[in-house]
């Protein structure tokens, strides 16, 4: 089936990291992604995983992936205000150009 | 490299007529997928094309039809529309279709449709 699951919110203080989770469905996706998404604006690629990494760490990101429980998280460090929006993640399903993706997590960032 | 672009960027209609939305992908991409987003359902996928040929689709209604042009850039179409398809709509391209390669979408800023 199709079906990606995350948390809706998540409210961290600046400085500290942010861990937004994700679980999925599809033991056939061979990538998954996470996307920002700011008001009033489109998706934004922040990184993707490989189905056969554990972890990918792309300067304050860190994905880990742990593909026996089809769990995905990210973590964002020393997370600033500029950092509050909308998380996505999302796998490709076993068609082509057809992504599925979880409800998002607003992440809100406090001074 | 220019990103994906979309026209109209915001658009304006009444129940019952029709709107087509225009999207121009990323130069070398021949891969375009359409996904309509609204409060309610989140993110779901419309279709995709791909070499000119409707390759994948959503669970939408026939109103919602698109295609795609030699130069890989589509247009989709929503006819007879309805309150509920107010939403944004956001495009992506990518470079191929095949799931056993990277094949990261690259999303447009979208068109955000609202029906009176």
């Known amino acids: 089936g199709e079906d990606v699951e995350q948390s809706l919110f998540l409210s961290v203080r600046e400085g500290d990291s942010s861990v937004i989770n994700c679980t999925y469905t599809d033991s056939s996706s061979t990538y998954l992604y996470w996307y920002k998404q700011e008001p009033g604006a489109g998706l934004q690629l922040l990184t993707y995983i490989f189905s056969n990494m554990d972890m990918k760490q792309d300067q304050r990101l860190t994905v880990l992936l742990n593909k026996k429980d089809k769990h995905l998280s990210l973590r964002i460090a020393d997370t600033q205000t500029g950092d509050s929006a909308i998380y996505f993640c999302a796998e490709t399903y076993n068609q082509g150009g057809k992504l599925i993706f979880g409800q998002g997590t607003e992440l809100s960032v406090k001074p | 490299k220019a990103g994906v672009t979309q026209t109209p960027r915001y658009l304006i209609k009444t129940r019952g007529q029709q709107v087509t939305l225009s999207c121009s992908p990323i130069s070398g991409h021949r891969s375009v997928s359409w996904y309509q987003q609204t409060p309610g359902q989140g993110l779901q996928f419309l279709f995709e094309?791909?070499?000119?040929?409707?390759?994948n689709k959503g669970n939408f209604p026939g109103r919602f039809s698109g295609r795609q042009f030699s130069n890989s850039r589509s247009e989709m179409n929503v006819s007879t529309l309805e309150l509920g398809d107010s939403a944004l709509y956001l495009c992506a391209s990518s470079h191929t279709r095949d799931t056993r390669r990277e094949n990261t979408q690259y999303f447009g800023p979208g068109t955000r449709l609202t029906v009176l």
């Open positions: 094309y791909f070499s000119e040929t409707q390759r």
